[in-house]
């Protein structure tokens, strides 16, 4: 039974992410249940409503990124600094390859039930941030004057907007360029003491 539970939840979660893309940030329940060719009571069920469909969608597109850039990613590289570029080009990449990617930073984003989940994922990647600072600090690898909780705020918000930017205009920069274009400022602003 928990399994069919969660196959279940799974398709109307598939079934509403290709809504909300194919209307443009619009979900109807009656169309994800049709096109998860399930009843819209299953829906209901286990969403409660609408948007507790829609930031259950938005919950998973964050656990992908997660995966893909921070706490499950495989970054490797011989310094802080190439291994911090790579989570960069990562956040980028996933971004521009994920098709629900303009929604959640754009239409969506300002939905109650959105700024619920980006803020909960964007506290843990504030306080990971942050401890990640600090120990380049403790390594000296970057500058210690610099306060890590304002630092990755600045950071955070800055690629975002940047991502943001990149996303809803209309030609894409190409994505090395903008990692290495984010990663110039980002190491300026750090004040990398060594490579």
Request: aromatic share 6%.
């Amino acid at each position: 039974m928990a399994a069919t539970n969660t196959r279940t939840r799974e398709r109307l979660i598939q079934a509403a992410e290709e809504e909300l893309i194919l209307g443009h940030g619009h979900l109807e329940m009656k169309a994800v249940a049709k096109r998860a060719q399930l009843s819209v009571g299953l829906a209901y069920h286990h969403f409660g409503s609408k948007a507790g469909l829609i930031a259950a969608v938005v919950e998973g597109f964050y656990s992908l990124l997660d995966d893909a850039a921070f706490a499950g990613a495989n970054l490797t590289s011989k310094c802080w600094a190439g291994r911090e570029k790579k989570r960069i080009s990562a956040y980028i990449v996933f971004h521009y390859a994920h098709p629900f990617a303009p929604l959640v930073i754009g239409a969506l984003s300002r939905a109650p039930e959105v700024l619920d989940v980006e803020m909960a994922f964007t506290n843990r990647q504030l306080a990971g941030g942050a401890r990640m600072l600090q120990a380049a600090q403790r390594d000296g690898v970057i500058a210690g004057d610099i306060d890590p909780h304002l630092t990755i705020s600045l950071m955070i918000g800055g690629i975002r907007q940047a991502l943001i930017g990149a996303l809803t205009g209309e030609q894409r920069p190409d994505p090395e360029k903008l990692t290495d274009a984010i990663w110039t400022f980002m190491a300026g602003a750090l004040r990398l003491t060594r490579p």
